[in-house]
């Protein structure tokens, strides 16, 4: 027996593709907003420092783009990388994100630091590693020890002076997110990142997405505490 396709979810499902390329998804927008709104889970990932880079790619080594990212000249690259945890468990395939940084940092979800028995890795901001885990890194060249740069990204909102000054926030202040409507979810501590080249946009970990479906929800908002 076929299974019936509801032809009204399917429906949805289009218009909001349709909605989406054409820029103008109702419920995300807000009237007098100079941007609109965007929320995206980042997978687990490492950023790479040229030197870590060369050592498990080779000398000379350059990341290839594969897709860029939503925040210019930020992009998913070719390059995975095998992450090895203290008792010896890997993840297999975890993406570089490039452009290549001054140091090199890996980016786990709660669950994927469980799953290594990384434990208590700490939330942080990006590159304040002060403290954090370190871990092996393997790539087709070569193996890397960080010393340290093992975090739970703390959720954050990228956002340019124009947003900044809509919202009333500036760099470093914390906002609130609602996600979602009837049994809405709202995170409480999103980090303010204000910086001219940035473009609005909220981070959160696939943890974080998952918990509030983010994949499903109709509305975003972000409010000051
Ligand atoms: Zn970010």
Redesign the pocket.
Known sequence: MTPQVDRLAVESIVREIVLKRLGTCPGKDRVGHPSRLVVNASARHMHVSPQDLEAMFGPGHQLKPLRPLFQPGTFAAEETVVLVGPRGRVISNLRILGPVRSTSQVELSFTDAIMLGIENVPLRL?GDLEGTPGTFVMGPQGVVELNKGVIRAAM?V?MGPADAEFYGVRHRDLMKLRVGDGAAVTFDQVRVRVDPASRLEV?MDTDEANACALHLAKQVELVKP
């Open positions: 990006s954050h990228h981070h």
